[in-house]
């Protein structure tokens, strides 16, 4: 079903993909939904329908969401904050940066994509890395584990140097 479905879904992808749509994304969208469809209701009883219906509802529901995605402006304030904290803050986001760096493969780059300060959004990062941007949620979720347990190595080893 999936090889007979692949020339319809691209050409439906090509036609509805515009802009603030990638057609990557919403092909990749449209496999999901059928794979969800077939178990939870089996086979549509007329694939090729039940497709053009799910391209047209997913790049729908792609733009949106893109209509409503807007970068934040500025950091929250925090007027309680004194030079202590704000020591601590620069000085807990410069080793993150640090940790960032030493993630491999595209890791280091996607980690600090996602701590500039530009506030990128996943459409913009996606393109920075060149990557889908359906793929970045999994990619994202592996580089911070990655990240954290690298953290999580460096607070142990400094914790063992403070005890001797």
Sequence with gaps: MVGALRPLLAAEVSAEAGAGTEPGDLEQAVWLRLLEHVHSEGPPGNPASWLVDAVRAE???????TRYELPYTAEPADDTAGPEQLALTATRRRALHAAARGLPGRCARL???LLSPRDLTYREIAAELGISQGSLGPERSRCLGCLR???AAEVAA???QGKE
């Excluded at 790049?59 to 969401?65: F, G, I, T, V, Y």
Aim: proline fraction near 0%; charge should be positive; glycine fraction near 0%.
């Design 111 to 113: 980690v600090a994509a």
């Design 59 to 65: 790049a729908r529901r792609l733009r949106r969401a």
């Design 149 to 151: 347990r690298l953290l």
């Design 158 to 160: 400094h914790s063992a």
